[in-house]
């Protein structure tokens, strides 16, 4: 099971987190976000983060153009697009040799034949609880609707996950759950991630790997 960390913001945080050693750790390029990160965030930051974590980048409804460059910027290795964003976005970012995570809003009316269209084109979908913003908002949506997902890209679950609920997290049975992506129920206040909540998370979950 991969453990993404998203929304990180604070420099010397995103040090500490890349130190707990999960496997992707997400950075948010969306001004709107309170967990935005900034166009001027720091390279040198950026670059010492180890190699192992997948660095990614969130966008919501952005330029392929804007995209590009600030992946270059920062040698990111992934994107996350949580918008509208299009297939053929999705397309042209994954011929840029970058790791492609499109985000779905859930809800009980999600049809997911609108899914359909991206197959091929993305690495990864993400499922993230349907509210009035994108993301970050903390709240769970009905686990139950994925049993209804039976194509073969691999899917991160997101929205309200923590500590609080991860023992029923892992005992989600789909063979297409590939990862979960962590935000503000790990955190202290929009962007500060709490390091021992992170690291209970981590080893609650290898420690259930290996049962």
Request: a negative charge; glycine letters at 6%.
């Amino acid at each position: 099971m991969k453990i993404k960390i998203c929304g990180l913001k604070e420099l010397h945080n995103i040090q500490q987190v890349s130190e707990a050693n999960p496997d992707y750790m997400g950075f948010i390029f969306y001004p709107k976000s309170s967990r935005f990160v900034g166009y001027e965030f720091s390279k040198t930051t950026s670059a010492e983060i180890p190699d192992n974590i997948i660095k990614t980048a969130v966008f919501v409804n952005d330029s392929i153009e804007n995209i590009s460059k600030i992946v270059q910027k920062y040698e990111f290795k992934a994107v996350q697009l949580h918008g509208h964003e299009s297939p053929e976005t999705c397309r042209q970012l994954k011929f840029q040799n970058l790791i492609v995570i499109k985000a779905f809003a859930m809800d009980d009316s999600f049809d997911f034949a609108a899914m359909h269209p991206y197959e091929n084109q993305c690495d990864y979908f993400l499922f993230d609880t349907k509210t009035n913003q994108y993301g970050g908002s903390g709240q769970t949506f009905n686990w139950e609707l994925l049993e209804k997902y039976n194509s073969e890209t691999p899917f991160f679950l997101s929205g309200g996950l923590g500590v609080e609920n991860l023992e029923a997290v892992l005992k989600l049975k789909h063979d297409k759950l590939y990862g979960l992506d962590f935000n503000s129920r790990l955190e202290d206040k929009p962007g500060l991630k709490n390091i021992p909540l992170i690291n209970k998370v981590l080893d609650t979950i290898k420690n259930y790997e290996h049962i």
